[in-house]
Structure formats: C-alpha cells, structure tokens
C-alpha cells in the first residue's frame, strides 16, 4: 500500500515538472511586446490568478514587464535631459535676444536725437525710412523673444509635467515590485511546506 502512494506521489511530482516546464517555455504574449506599460499591467492584472490576496505571476513575464519599465524610465530621463538642455538654450536665446533688444533701443533713442537725414555707410537715408526699418527689426526680435519665451513656458511645463508622471511611475513600479516579491515569498513557502507535507507522510 505505502509502494503504491509514493509510487502515485512520484508521478503527481513528475507530472507537475513537466507542467511546470512548459509553462517557463511558453513565448511571451505580444501584449507584454507592443503595448504601453498600462497596457501591459491591465493585461497582467486581467490574465493572472488571485490566491489568498496574491497575485501569481510567471517569472518570464514579470522579467519582461520589469525591463520594460525600466527602459520607459530610462526614456523618460532621456526626454527629461533633451528639455533641460532645450530650456537651457531657450534661457540663452532669450537673454541674448533681450540685451539686443536693449540695444536696439538704445540706438533707436539715439537717433531719434538726431537730424532728419542720418548718414548710413557714406549714404544720407531719410529719418523716415530708417526709422521704418529700425522698427522692423525690432519688431521681428520682439516675434522671435516672443516666440522663444512661449516655447521655453511649453517645453517648462512639459518638463515638470513628465517630471510628475515618471516620480508617478516610479511608484506605481515600486508598489507593484514589493506585491510581486510578497506573492512570490508566498508562493515558495507555500511549496515548501507543501514538501514538508509530501516528505512527512
């Protein structure tokens, strides 16, 4: 009678190896390949089994979701390095277009001093018609500094915004990484006393 149980327990074991291996064989869906990262934690959340407040994940698939935060992360980063350094060069753009500004002003005030006829590379130029370009000038600056300010308050906002969503991200992954590392504790002290239980019989 004992033969015939471990001979019974011997089988259920090797069937369960056998499972298991297929299981660590089976490819990865494309969801965990081609889809965002909310995607792919609704697709874990909706394909996974909930035992006794834990969540069973296989470990490939938890492998990839892994890695495909962390590039995410890493991407975010980079994006977040790109506007540091594209609001940088708009700060640069928008002081140096300021003090041409000042100048620009500067030498308009200075002519307006002048006579009505302003000598211009050996030419007389009417006060007029210098003044008209004077102020174009001025005017295609003032587009530019304007232009230049509203894309460094986007690229800002963007900044701080993407700053929000990967300080959100990263705990989002940290909350899921702990409930993960919790469930697979679980599950491997559950086999283990499930052992214990097979070895004490």
Same mark, same amino acid.
């Given at each position: ?14 069937? @369960? +190896? ?103 590379? %050996? ?10 370009? +004077? ?8 587009? @530019?500094?304007?232009? %230049?300010? +509203?894309?460094?308050?986007?690229? @800002? ?45």
């Amino acid at each position: 009678m004992n033969n015939l149980r471990n001979r019974i327990i011997i089988l259920m074991a090797a069937m @369960l +190896l056998v499972i298991m291996k297929v299981n660590s064989q089976t490819a990865l869906p494309e969801e965990l390949t081609n889809n965002s990262i909310d995607e792919q934690i609704n697709y874990l959340e909706n394909r996974t089994r909930i035992y006794e407040n834990y969540r069973a994940i296989r470990e490939d698939m938890f492998q990839k979701i892994n890695r495909n935060i962390r590039d995410t992360i890493a991407a975010d980063k980079n994006k977040i390095n790109e506007l540091n350094d594209l609001t940088s060069a708009l700060r640069a753009t928008y002081d140096s277009l300021n003090i041409i500004l000042e100048t620009t002003t500067s030498n308009l005030n200075e002519m307006t001093a002048t006579k009505n006829s302003i000598k211009v590379l %050996g030419m007389e130029v009417n006060k007029v018609t210098y003044n008209t370009i +004077l102020w174009t000038i001025i005017l295609v600056l003032v587009a @530019l500094l304007s232009a %230049g300010f +509203l894309v460094f308050k986007r690229n @800002l906002f963007t900044t701080i915004r993407t700053g929000k969503e990967l300080q959100e991200l990263k705990e989002e992954f940290e909350d899921y990484r702990q409930s993960t590392r919790i469930a697979r504790e679980k599950m491997q002290i559950d086999h283990f006393n499930e052992i214990k239980k097979l070895k004490g019989r």
